[in-house]
């Protein structure tokens, strides 16, 4: 009933200019969903069978898609009612929570899928790692993503300081401070980030601008590119893919007399072409519904966090009163944890050689074994490096998070350490 | 015509569907009932209730439902506490339960430039009963008992100006008495042993501040100062004073009624300007200008108050000087001038140059806080573990049989950090003598030297 309304809809010449293709009936028509609609169009016409298996990705970066997506509507949203002035930011908050319609939730829901986006875009990097889904011709995509997981810590951390309360002033003084442990350019770069020595209105404003143009504007741009890639790159690394040729047509071998169509220009073949068409299976409807699932379940999930737990809110920013201890963004608390031994190698030294390592990953790791399967035997070397500086972060991170109190000093999380005095 | 396996799929979507939508309808049905809403729901049933005809019927179905606030812009402050409490300003609530209640003598503190939280406290910006109150986490601020909040005065006033703040004014003059200034700094002046004290008001909630009186230690273990031995009304008068000390200073307007019309303050100024140089009071005082004994009978307040704005308007050629008084100071001296000023009245008054040595040596004992150690009256001190006298630290009345007036001067300006311990293992003694040399004046010293040897009662003087 309902299909036969919307086929109905989609026959008129309203809907026919709306929607090129109608509810497709055949294989062609299947195809042209794909490649006529500019949303559906970053995607193939037709995807391999694995795709469409939950393990082989286990949608993680489709999850963080999805995050991001939702980031900027509730965030679009929630700029109707921000101030970005040290003396209105707070109560904007109060504002939110107890005068405007839905504005909690819709707080919430900002809050928690930034959080979420944070820890999705570094589970999603372990699945690429751990199914070394980073190997030629991949490698650069790679190297997006990491720059893509760093836009994503800054967006996390330059949006934590807008709601201005104690939390968020003495996380952004303690994680920018870190920046400062530079030596020579530190103190500039801190200086520039914040616009001054301490977090102030400058501070404010510098934030809000990357939080809400500079930051979401190159993530967009850099997750288009990302997706094309994927795609360009040939789909997602499977085991037993063909091996990339880049072999070029040298302008010579092309007869002169003959016109060109651009299919004949294109150089190399890329792993997707003429191969195993049996088990490729189409589009539309096979991914793009199991994507719109996906897409239900984020929201719901994200729906119930915001609806049931509430984000922080301290007291007002108070700069002579640090809480104690005053904690960086837990994404921060690893090296956190490590400035306690050694400001150099917490502050400089640790968080340079992640990117470093990340960034040079795909090229120093080039043997073409075990892409596309989880865990394989053959990568032991790498498989057992990544996971031990995965493992240590990890331990560090959730030392700093929970295990210290007052003075950085030692705890047990059910035993806190307590010197705050009674009021 | 979807594969098999994509219908499998299907009793998910239905699930999700129906999750998606019911998470959404439960997040607004969730926003929709506020607890305001009840309230301004009831409040309307009451005007309907209330209505006699049919106009007024329909004047109350007319009311809405909506957040009601009151933004103070020259603070900084927006109030949304008459959300619930919709009827403080209609007096006919009067004896209603809360929040409907209707909020009695506010003619001089109008909601439109006073609005709740200045005296109050809590948090304006909140719309439900708990957070507005304050009494939740990360709020600093909650709302202040009602026996305290006489504290809130001290924003806009002088609190020794207060008439109509009795407790605020007897905390003040209570603290000056029992002498915590001799350990504790406020505004600028004071000892070195405790904490300073400005700002103490919102840094301690009354709970902490009155526990702390009572068992210091209690509350900041290993605490030098001795429980203030004081009735439990005495203990709120001191932390209602201590509560008002916030350094939240209101500007503009506010400041403006800092001095409060009344002969109280009148006096204060009559002493500070030197008003007795020139004019004499109970045969004391300077020659110059008439003397002011009995004016009632001569001027009226108008007369007065003309006078003090422009003398050469009342008086042609007089010699009195302009002083730039606002209206309120001129107010107050008025009223100063017309209560007591009364031939019988006067004696009232004591100028510094008018006393003694020994009664303005007493004065200086008070200023500077040393009853808080000594005594009150310098007879017996408070408790000081493992000093030698006696665990105490010592009383002053026989202070004339161990020092000559050089010695104690000595003693004052130079102090005594290290107290003799009782048992030479044991602790340091948490109290000692600090040095008053560049706080006290020369004059002040000279004064509280003649008080202290005055202390000896004649009867027991030995002479050896």
């Known amino acids: ?423 | 015509m979807a594969s098999s396996e994509l219908r499998k799929l299907y009793p998910w979507f239905i699930v999700a569907g129906l999750a998606v939508g019911g998470l959404v309808i439960l997040a607004f049905y969730k926003d929709q009932f506020r607890e305001w809403k009840e309230w301004q729901h009831a409040y309307i049933k009451q005007e309907m209730a209330r209505a006699t005809n049919e106009a007024q019927r329909a004047a109350a179905a007319l009311i809405p439902v909506e957040i009601k606030q009151i933004v103070l812009p020259d603070v900084g402050r927006i109030d949304r506490c008459t959300t619930c409490h919709l009827a403080v300003d209609d007096a006919s609530y009067s004896g209603f339960k809360q929040p409907l209640a209707y909020h009695p003598n506010h003619a001089q503190h109008p909601f439109e430039k006073f609005a709740c939280t200045i005296c109050h406290q809590g948090q304006g910006l909140a719309a439900t009963r708990e957070a507005a109150h304050g009494h939740v986490e990360h709020w600093e601020r909650p709302m202040l008992p009602m026996k305290y909040i006489e504290a809130s005065c001290a924003k806009c006033h002088l609190a020794s100006d207060i008439s109509g703040a009795p407790k605020l004014a007897k905390g003040r003059a209570l603290f000056d008495e029992i002498g915590c200034i001799g350990c504790h700094k406020l505004k600028g002046s004071g000892g070195v042993i405790g904490p300073e004290l400005d700002g103490v008001g919102a840094r301690r909630s009354p709970e902490w501040l009155a526990k702390h009186f009572r068992t210091p230690a209690a509350v900041t273990p290993g605490s030098a100062m001795p429980p203030i031995k004081v009735t439990d009304e005495e203990i709120d008068a001191l932390t209602l004073y201590m509560l008002s000390l916030t350094e939240e200073r209101l500007d503009a307007y506010y400041t403006s009624m800092q001095v409060l019309p009344g002969p109280e303050a009148g006096q204060r100024l009559f002493l500070e300007k030197g008003c007795i140089g020139c004019h004499s009071l109970g045969g004391q005082g300077g020659k110059v200008g008439p003397a002011l004994e009995g004016l009632k009978g001569r001027r009226d307040a108008t007369w007065i108050a003309a006078h003090f704005r422009n003398p050469q308007a009342t008086t042609p050629g007089t010699m009195m000087p302009k002083f730039d008084f606002t209206e309120a100071q001129i107010r107050a001296l008025t009223e100063f001038l017309l209560t007591k000023t009364e031939p019988g009245a006067v004696n009232l008054l004591k100028f510094p140059a008018q006393m003694t040595p020994i009664e303005r040596g007493k004065a200086v004992f008070k200023k500077y806080g040393c009853a808080g150690c000594h005594g009150r009256d310098a007879m017996s001190g408070v408790p000081n573990p493992n000093a030698k006298t006696a665990q105490q630290v010592p009383g002053l009345k026989f202070v004339s049989e161990g020092y000559n007036k050089a010695e104690l001067r000595k003693r004052i300006l130079g102090g005594q950090k290290e107290i003799n311990k009782l048992n030479p293992k044991g602790p340091q003694p948490p109290l000692y003598m600090p040095a008053w040399g560049g706080k006290i004046s020369e004059g002040e010293l000279d004064d509280l030297v003649e008080y202290l040897m005055s202390l000896l009662p004649k009867t027991e003087k030995t002479d050896f």
């Open chain 1, 1 to 423: 009933m309902l299909k036969k309304l919307w086929a109905q809809l989609l026959g008129t010449r309203i809907g026919r200019s709306v929607f090129r293709v109608g509810l497709p009936a055949s294989n062609l028509q299947r195809a042209q969903v794909a490649i006529s609609s500019f949303l559906l169009h970053m995607q193939p016409a037709k995807v391999h069978q694995r795709t469409l298996k939950f393990s082989t990705t286990l949608g993680l970066g489709l999850i963080t898609l999805y995050l991001f997506f939702i980031l900027i509507i509730t965030g679009v949203l929630l700029m109707f009612y921000y101030v970005p002035s040290t003396d209105l930011a707070y109560q904007s908050m109060k504002d939110l929570e107890f005068v405007v319609t839905a504005g909690m939730v819709l707080r919430n829901m900002h809050r928690w899928a930034a959080h979420l986006m944070v820890i999705f875009v570094m589970l999603h990097m372990c699945r690429v790692f751990y199914t070394g889904a980073y190997k030629q011709p991949r490698e650069f995509n790679w190297v997006i993503g990491v720059i893509l997981f760093i836009l994503t810590l800054a967006l996390s951390f330059t949006g934590y300081l807008l709601p201005w309360d104690q939390l968020a002033f003495w996380a952004i003084t303690v994680g920018s401070s870190i920046a400062g442990y530079a030596p020579i350019v530190g103190e500039k770069i801190k200086f520039i980030l914040l616009g001054g020595h301490t977090v102030g209105q400058a501070a404010l404003l510098r934030f809000y601008v990357l939080h809400v143009v500079l930051l979401p504007g190159a993530a967009l741009v850099l997750i288009g590119i990302h997706l094309w890639r994927v795609r360009k790159d040939g789909g997602l690394a499977r085991p037993g893919e063909p091996a990339f040729t880049q072999e070029e047509l040298p302008a010579t071998a092309l007869p002169t007399t003959k016109s060109y169509g651009l299919m004949e220009l294109a150089h190399g073949t890329t792993p997707a072409v003429g191969v195993e068409p049996d088990d490729e299976v189409f589009t539309w409807p096979n991914l793009i519904f199991r994507e719109i699932l996906v897409f239900m379940l984020v929201v719901v999930l994200l729906l119930v966090l915001a609806i049931f737990w509430n984000a922080p809110l301290e007291e007002f920013a108070n700069p002579v009163h640090p809480p104690n201890p005053a904690k960086a963004p837990w994404y921060f608390l690893g090296l956190q944890e490590l400035v306690s031994y050694s400001a150099l190698w917490g502050g400089v030294i640790v968080p340079a050689l992640i990117v470093v390592a990340l960034v040079a990953l795909p090229y120093l790791d080039r043997r073409r074994a075990g892409i596309g399967v989880w865990f394989s035997r053959e990568r032991k070397v790498a498989l057992s490096i990544f996971s031990i500086c995965l493992v240590t972060m990890i331990v560090l991170t959730i030392i700093g998070s929970v295990f210290r109190g007052p003075n950085w000093s030692f705890q047990v999380p059910w035993k806190p350490n307590i010197v705050a005095e009674e009021r």
